[in-house]
């Protein structure tokens, strides 16, 4: 209810902490881990961008998960209206709700996307159980060849079924609610895609090259480092736990008091990372095995590694549950990169949450249906949203929590021995950190590649 421009508290919250680490976990651990972080490992060397990606997440993106949920566990509003609520209690303008409307902006972007790139997700576990994958063996040519004929222009009716039926599932989950809903769907589907996931590695070590994934994950050359590389990798840190996206100060609005932030911020990023790291050794030993490359970017999971599941022994029965696996992930994130549009409509404009969820999951299918019908904006848009949106509003997040909200409302959300050192790095480490890494980083970028583009985007992932 608004009143006098202002709006009530959430009044739903998480029923349980292992609900909230679900949904959350569920939300940090999707594509991002499963697709985004194996090819950007593999375009950027292996070891050192892994080295550059845990620095950038424990001393970036861990202090911003924790201001995140404090922020929107201090208002318990939506994220646009939990950043003014605070900058209003703080004695500053409400202007600062700009950072939670480039969160959302980001959010929403990348909603766009992650849907298309599920849409290929489901079209490939129907190839990956048949055995269709049997015919990659010839080369590298057949498997690319396979790609893009299932994402080619001949395929937009079968696509866009599938990006409706994945859109479908996000609006369903989102629109039951918290509880019964995002809570519920986050419980059923992280524990099973935790299972298949070490069944996946367990098949890696016995039958893949594990032993070279290793080595590639571990080994750092100081060659590889570059300020393009590291905004790779600060990009990803970000990508991965939602920090910049609106989305962490959303579940955040939901969090009960006695929850304990920095706490239930590390469970997050470590799982984060865990799943992060297991699922490239999963991928690499695969791709590994059959002596192709890593770094062939956009479409690695596409391309790369079906020969190498082709090539192994059940590989239909691994090919389907990886791809099924990713599916699950690419869900779980889904509903919290829509929570975020939709709680902020629900609170604001009045309309119903299934309203809201229908509208906003309307709007992402008509966009994600242009990307369907033109892929090459999908590598422009993932750019724009990880590379660019989510540091700028990581870092205005820094200089919010750090400088604008009353040093006692975030002590008293966190607690004093923790608050010293996460004021210390909000107030000073990370700001510098991200905006040089952001100037330096795109303007690398912009000199070698000549445009804005992702590396991974090659010319064979645009369409004529």
Not at 137 to 146: E, F, G, K, M, T
Not at 200 to 215: D, I, K
Not at 297 to 321: D, E, K, T, Y
Request: glycine share 10%.
């Amino acid at each position: 209810m608004t009143i006098a421009g202002r709006v009530d508290r959430k009044s739903e919250t998480w029923s349980s902490r292992f609900g909230f680490i679900m949904a959350a976990v569920g939300s940090s651990v999707g594509l991002g881990n499963i697709w985004r972080f194996t090819y950007t490992t593999g375009e950027n060397g292996g070891g050192a961008f892994v080295l550059a990606y845990l620095l950038c997440l424990g001393l970036i993106a861990f202090p911003l998960l924790v201001a995140e949920y404090a922020i929107g566990r201090r208002s318990g509003h939506s994220a646009v209206e939990s950043v003014q609520a605070l900058a209003r209690a703080s004695g500053k303008s409400e202007l600062w709700g700009g950072v939670a409307w480039l969160g959302m902006l980001s959010a929403f972007f990348i909603l766009t996307f992650y849907c298309v790139v599920s849409a290929w997700f489901m079209a490939y576990i129907p190839l990956a159980v048949t055995g269709a994958f049997s015919t990659d063996l010839a080369s590298i040519d057949v498997s690319q060849a396979r790609f893009e004929d299932v994402t080619s222009r001949a395929n937009l009716p079968m696509l866009l079924v599938y990006l409706g039926l994945f859109i479908g599932a996000a609006v369903i989950v989102v629109g039951r609610g918290v509880k019964r809903g995002i809570e519920r769907a986050s419980t059923l589907l992280m524990p099973v895609f935790i299972l298949v996931l070490l069944i996946l590695l367990v098949f890696g070590v016995t039958e893949g090259a594990f032993g070279q994934a290793v080595a590639f994950l571990t080994r750092v050359r100081p060659e590889d480092f570059s300020f393009s590389m590291l905004l790779d990798a600060l990009a990803q840190s970000f990508f991965a736990t939602g920090v910049g996206a609106a989305v962490m100060i959303t579940y955040g609005a939901y969090l009960k008091t006695d929850a304990d932030l920095p706490r239930s911020s590390a469970i997050v990023a470590l799982a984060d990372t865990a799943v992060a790291l297991v699922a490239a050794v999963v991928v690499f030993s695969l791709v590994f095995a059959v002596g192709s490359e890593p770094s062939a970017g956009f479409s690695l999971l596409f391309v790369n590694l079906p020969i190498g599941l082709a090539q192994m022994p059940f590989g239909a029965i691994v090919g389907g549950a990886f791809f099924l696996l990713a599916l699950f992930a690419a869900l779980a994130s889904s509903i919290s990169l829509l929570e975020v549009a939709v709680s902020w409509l629900d609170e604001r404009t009045g309309v119903t949450r299934w309203g809201a969820a229908l509208g906003v999951g309307f709007a992402v299918f008509v966009i994600g249906a242009g990307y369907v019908y033109s892929r090459e904006y999908i590598g422009f848009v993932d750019f724009v949203a990880s590379s660019l949106l989510m540091p700028l509003g990581g870092f205005l997040i820094a200089i919010f929590a750090g400088w604008v909200i009353e040093k006692k409302m975030m002590q008293a959300e966190m607690g004093m021995p923790f608050f010293r050192i996460w004021s210390a790095l909000v107030r000073w480490v990370i700001p510098i950190a991200v905006g040089v890494i952001l100037v330096l980083g795109i303007s690398e970028k912009v000199r070698s590649a000549g445009a804005p583009a992702p590396a991974g985007v090659a010319a064979s992932d645009s369409q004529g």
